[in-house]
């Protein structure tokens, strides 16, 4: 930093202070001494931006005592080259401009936003200028949360609309490829093929989940799930996900480890894990699972507060490069990516964060440069009593019907895919590509209309306004919805109840086939 040829030592504010408006040292305000002011201050000579006085609370600030504030110009503390500019030309102007913010940084080099507030005087025979500052740290961290929030509404909103149109998608990829399935004998070679096509669709339609769930748009129905299972079950499509360079070597417990948890959630977590492993490992190396149960009996794991009892943890290894304490510190915070532009969103830790503290856990990462990285996932241990009596029975034969059903949905595909599937099981159909057509279709039919299956958003008319007007004069008839949207976004359509009423995009022709049966043969409801 610059000295100035000669220094002057700091002075009282109560020397002779002579205000631009001719209000002389009388004026209390220019009389307080710097030390009794509740603010940062500093007097500034207003040719050069000389510091001529100051008092202990800008030294705290600007990390100098007082006397050796006086040796440097304010300039001197400015970040940006154009701050530094803009406070010397509004010294040289007339007029000076009262208040505006600058970003600052201290003798240490540490920047901090600073809103200073200008009153011109006269000081020591000097031209000079009053200036407070106000420290902006605490309100710059409130706009970072509103600009986040913000930017998490906007995520949520296109994070819905996208999920409307990839569900649709994998509706009609899921139906069909079961459809197939359904057709083929387990031995035939094309099975299990067609297999792996249906758990890549299950994944994917997870993605969408990621996203929903990152918004908080979806709406969670846990249930208690073996993690052993479905580590199990993506033991295939992980390995063709991380790539043949990768080796995966996974080490289930011996025993059953059950969770509360959406089957999808979980997917989520093994699956953005191994994602972040295999790019930790650009030339290879190997990822390592392993589930176990452990009883925790401290209040504390890892450096966090955690709930003493049975837990079950799924540990993730990988032999990549490793990270930082920096990084570490950072890695599941929002958005936040240390891949480069278009290769990652920031997404995927941020959401593992997330979904482990919801269903009660805790995650903890241990790593070193060059050293690989350890995710170590703790989720309380769920009672396997709990799980459903039909759980683990094997699926039974798709229900069967012979009652007439109005199908209404713009999709074509979708709409052709849940014909076929309730013709196969026996039932009637009666299409319709939106709620005005449906309306024609239902008035001019003759006979009972059993259930109506309807999509929620359509064009002209909402699915909840459709079956209002089909009730009236069918009150018997049951409804059926379904959407590819959020739940909120459902909800704002006017189908409050998502219970047995709703069925959510993707889901299969079984599920499809259940839930008609189900509906058919329960008490009418409006």
């Given at each position: 930093?610059?000295?100035?040829d000669?220094?002057?030592?700091?002075?009282?504010l109560?020397?002779?202070?002579?205000?631009?408006?001719?209000?002389?040292e009388?004026?209390a305000?220019?009389?307080?001494?710097?030390?009794?002011?509740?603010?940062?201050?500093?007097?500034?000579?207003?040719r050069?931006?000389?510091?001529?006085?100051a008092?202990?609370?800008?030294?705290?600030?600007?990390?100098?005592?007082?006397?050796?504030?006086?040796?440097?110009a304010?300039?001197?503390?400015?970040?940006?080259?154009a701050?530094?500019d803009?406070?010397?030309?509004?010294?040289?102007?007339?007029?000076?401009?009262?208040?505006y913010?600058?970003?600052a940084?201290?003798a240490?080099?540490?920047?901090?936003?600073?809103?200073?507030?200008?009153k011109?005087?006269?000081?020591?025979?000097?031209?000079?200028?009053?200036?407070?500052?106000?420290?902006?740290?605490?309100?710059?961290?409130?706009?970072?949360?509103?600009?986040?929030?913000?930017?998490?509404?906007?995520?949520?909103?296109?994070?819905?609309?996208?999920?409307?149109?990839?569900?649709?998608?994998?509706?009609?990829?899921?139906?069909?490829?079961?459809?197939?399935?359904a057709?083929?004998?387990?031995t035939?070679p094309?099975?299990?093929?067609?297999?792996?096509?249906?758990?890549?669709?299950?994944?994917?339609?997870?993605?969408?989940?990621?996203?929903?769930?990152?918004?908080?748009?979806?709406?969670?129905?846990?249930?208690?799930?073996?993690?052993?299972?479905?580590?199990?079950?993506?033991?295939?499509?992980?390995?063709?996900?991380?790539?043949?360079?990768?080796?995966?070597?996974?080490?289930?417990?011996?025993?059953?480890?059950?969770?509360?948890?959406?089957?999808?959630?979980?997917?989520?977590?093994?699956?953005?894990?191994?994602?972040?492993?295999?790019?930790?490992?650009?030339?290879?190396?190997?990822?390592?699972?392993?589930?176990?149960?452990?009883?925790?009996t401290?209040?504390?794991?890892?450096?966090?507060?955690?709930?003493?009892?049975?837990?079950?943890f799924?540990t993730?290894?990988?032999?990549?490069?490793?990270?930082?304490?920096?990084?570490?510190?950072?890695?599941?915070?929002?958005?936040?990516?240390t891949?480069?532009?278009?290769?990652?969103?920031?997404?995927?830790?941020?959401?593992?964060?997330?979904?482990?503290?919801?269903?009660?856990?805790?995650?903890?990462?241990?790593?070193?440069?060059?050293?690989?990285?350890?995710?170590?996932?703790y989720?309380?241990?769920?009672?396997?009593t709990?799980?459903?009596?039909?759980?683990?029975?094997?699926?039974?034969?798709?229900?069967?019907?012979?009652?007439?059903?109005?199908?209404?949905?713009?999709?074509?595909?979708?709409?052709?895919?849940?014909?076929?599937?309730?013709?196969?099981?026996?039932?009637?159909?009666?299409?319709?590509?939106?709620?005005?057509?449906?309306?024609?279709?239902?008035?001019?039919?003759?006979?009972?209309?059993h259930?109506?299956?309807?999509?929620?958003?359509?064009p002209?008319?909402?699915?909840?306004?459709?079956?209002?007007?089909?009730?009236?004069?069918?009150p018997?008839?049951?409804?059926?919805?379904?959407?590819?949207?959020?739940?909120?976004?459902?909800?704002?359509?006017?189908?409050?109840?998502?219970?047995q009423?709703?069925?959510?995009?993707p889901?299969?022709?079984?599920?499809?086939a259940?839930?008609?049966?189900?509906?058919?043969?329960?008490?009418?409801?409006?």
């Amino acid at each position: 930093m610059p000295s100035p040829d000669q220094p002057i030592g700091p002075e009282p504010l109560t020397q002779s202070v002579r205000t631009e408006t001719g209000v002389d040292e009388s004026d209390a305000a220019c009389r307080i001494p710097p030390e009794a002011l509740p603010l940062p201050i500093a007097i500034v000579r207003r040719r050069d931006g000389r510091i001529l006085a100051a008092n202990e609370l800008l030294g705290r600030m600007l990390g100098l005592p007082p006397g050796q504030l006086t040796h440097h110009a304010l300039q001197d503390f400015c970040v940006h080259p154009a701050d530094r500019d803009t406070l010397l030309e509004d010294f040289h102007k007339e007029q000076i401009r009262s208040r505006y913010e600058v970003c600052a940084v201290t003798a240490g080099s540490v920047p901090l936003w600073v809103e200073v507030s200008l009153k011109p005087l006269s000081f020591q025979e000097e031209d000079a200028v009053l200036i407070a500052f106000h420290d902006l740290a605490e309100q710059k961290s409130l706009e970072r949360e509103l600009h986040q929030i913000k930017k998490m509404d906007v995520v949520g909103r296109l994070t819905s609309g996208i999920a409307h149109d990839f569900n649709n998608l994998l509706t009609v990829i899921v139906g069909w490829n079961d459809i197939a399935l359904a057709r083929l004998d387990r031995t035939d070679p094309l099975y299990e093929q067609l297999e792996e096509v249906r758990k890549a669709a299950h994944l994917a339609g997870a993605l969408t989940q990621q996203l929903l769930s990152f918004s908080r748009r979806d709406e969670k129905r846990p249930q208690v799930l073996d993690l052993n299972r479905i580590v199990a079950a993506m033991d295939t499509m992980l390995q063709r996900l991380i790539g043949e360079d990768v080796q995966l070597d996974t080490a289930l417990s011996p025993e059953p480890v059950y969770v509360k948890a959406n089957p999808s959630q979980v997917e989520q977590i093994v699956m953005n894990l191994a994602v972040n492993a295999r790019d930790a490992m650009p030339q290879g190396g190997t990822l390592s699972m392993k589930t176990a149960r452990a009883d925790i009996t401290t209040a504390h794991i890892h450096g966090q507060a955690i709930q003493p009892g049975p837990y079950v943890f799924l540990t993730v290894t990988d032999t990549g490069c490793g990270m930082d304490r920096g990084t570490q510190a950072r890695i599941f915070d929002p958005f936040y990516t240390t891949k480069e532009p278009g290769k990652g969103t920031g997404l995927g830790l941020s959401t593992v964060s997330g979904i482990v503290k919801e269903l009660g856990g805790l995650i903890a990462v241990q790593s070193e440069p060059g050293l690989g990285t350890t995710f170590t996932i703790y989720l309380p241990l769920a009672d396997a009593t709990a799980r459903s009596a039909h759980a683990a029975a094997p699926p039974a034969p798709p229900p069967r019907g012979t009652e007439t059903i109005l199908l209404v949905e713009d999709d074509p595909g979708i709409r052709r895919l849940i014909r076929e599937t309730l013709q196969m099981s026996g039932y009637t159909v009666l299409e319709a590509r939106h709620g005005i057509e449906a309306w024609v279709v239902g008035n001019h039919h003759a006979g009972p209309i059993h259930l109506l299956i309807t999509d929620v958003v359509m064009p002209q008319m909402s699915g909840r306004a459709l079956a209002d007007r089909l009730l009236s004069a069918r009150p018997n008839m049951r409804v059926l919805y379904i959407s590819g949207y959020a739940s909120d976004a459902v909800f704002h359509h006017g189908v409050v109840d998502l219970g047995q009423g709703f069925l959510q995009k993707p889901f299969d022709p079984r599920r499809l086939a259940q839930k008609v049966r189900d509906l058919l043969d329960a008490s009418p409801t409006r």
